[in-house]
């Protein structure tokens, strides 16, 4: 689920980022080595202690192809 902060801008670096890192998981890389956060599509420690990551939940696993 997208859910865009307050004063979101996706920047051309951050799209690339993303994408890069959709293309590793898909490969195989375990979803805790991302730099960018799928969910909210921002860098992953803008989010870190975001209550959708920190509370266990399985509304938003597994990621929809």
Same mark, same amino acid.
Not at 2 to 21: H, S, V, W, Y
Not at 39 to 53: G, I, K, L, Y
């Given at each position: 689920?997208?859910?865009? !902060? /307050?004063?979101?801008?996706?920047?051309?670096?951050? $799209?690339?980022?993303?994408?890069? *890192?959709?293309?590793?998981?898909?490969?195989?890389?375990?979803?805790?080595? !991302? /730099?960018?956060?799928?969910?909210?599509?921002?860098? $992953?420690?803008?989010?870190?202690? *975001?209550?959708?990551?920190?509370?266990?939940?399985?509304?938003?696993?597994? !990621?929809?192809?």
């Amino acid at each position: 689920m997208f859910r865009p !902060r /307050k004063g979101f801008e996706m920047t051309k670096k951050l $799209a690339a980022a993303i994408q890069r *890192d959709n293309e590793l998981e898909d490969a195989g890389m375990h979803s805790d080595d !991302r /730099k960018t956060c799928w969910s909210h599509q921002s860098w $992953a420690v803008d989010c870190e202690t *975001d209550p959708f990551h920190t509370q266990p939940s399985v509304h938003h696993y597994p !990621r929809p192809a």
